[in-house]
């Protein structure tokens, strides 16, 4: 019987070759090197497999039902205990893993830790703005205002998939952002201010490059939390701040743009939020 790996390694991708390979790349200068990698295909029209030869490592295929449903395929097929994810575009540098393994073999409560992480755009180093700084503990009502975990950055423990659930699939966008919301409602997020990934911004694939409206997949992801008993004063009193913000801000922008497809459903979240009684 074959050893388990104490790491999974999850790519999807989606017609990337020459980024896919870099990402790769960045696998083979691990420190630690006991990790299984997943190539999770979400059915691309290029073949990719060319490009995965050179590489040891495990391919699966999906049929195409985005980014979310090629994450939890490989989820669903990691033999780990432990989860890392890999977007195709950006790449890992080399002690990534084994300082995370080391911060979850001291702090054993703590199920998730993501790192601090280095900004590409254009070839150019981007310098990441106060809002944007990355944060660790309880955290709900910091992650109700944006996204402040970068997927690539994060290592978690199979288990609290188990207690959480998976990526929503129906977000073809911000699915990322649901899932951190859903863990930083009930746990700890453990965090390396080190930066140890590489993220690429910019280029035309990116998927925050080909969705608008953006912030009503956050407010789809926020108003799940409306009827949580758990949340404290402090954490509902943010959520519904944040909702209320992104709703306003939204229909300003679908009367601007005269697109009216979803404002009955972002009117409905802001009727939700003033029907809502803060728990003292």
Request: neutral net charge.
């Amino acid at each position: 019987m074959s050893k388990i790996p104490q790491v999974s390694i999850i790519i999807p991708v989606y017609n990337r070759t020459h980024p896919l390979v870099r990402a790769l790349e960045s696998l083979k200068k691990q420190t630690f090197t006991d990790f299984e990698i997943l190539v999770v295909d979400d059915h691309s029209e290029i073949d990719l497999k060319p490009y995965l030869e050179p590489f040891d490592l495990r391919y699966l295929k999906t049929s195409g039902k985005g980014v979310s449903a090629a994450r939890n395929t490989g989820v669903r097929a990691a033999k780990s205990n432990l989860i890392a994810f890999l977007d195709s575009d950006d790449e890992w540098l080399p002690t990534k893993l084994e300082k995370q393994i080391n911060y979850l073999s001291i702090n054993s409560s703590i199920s998730i830790v993501h790192t601090n992480e280095v900004w590409i755009r254009e070839q150019k180093v981007i310098k990441q703005n106060s809002k944007q700084q990355k944060l660790g503990g309880r955290l709900f009502a910091e992650f109700t205002k944006q996204c402040l975990i970068a997927s690539s950055s994060v290592l978690i423990r199979k288990s609290l998939f188990n207690q959480v659930g998976l990526f929503d699939e129906s977000f073809p966008v911000c699915e990322d952002f649901d899932l951190w919301l859903r863990i930083a409602a009930s746990y700890e997020i453990g965090f390396l201010e080190e930066e140890l990934i590489i993220k690429h911004g910019g280029h035309e694939d990116q998927l925050s490059m080909k969705f608008h409206s953006m912030d009503l997949w956050r407010a789809r992801a926020l108003v799940k939390h409306l009827n949580n008993p758990d949340l404290t004063l402090i954490q509902q009193t943010a959520l519904l701040e944040s909702i209320k913000t992104k709703c306003e801000i939204l229909l300003k922008g679908f009367q601007k743009h005269q697109n009216f497809e979803n404002i009955h459903e972002v009117e409905l979240y802001l009727e939700r939020c003033a029907g809502t009684v803060i728990a003292k």
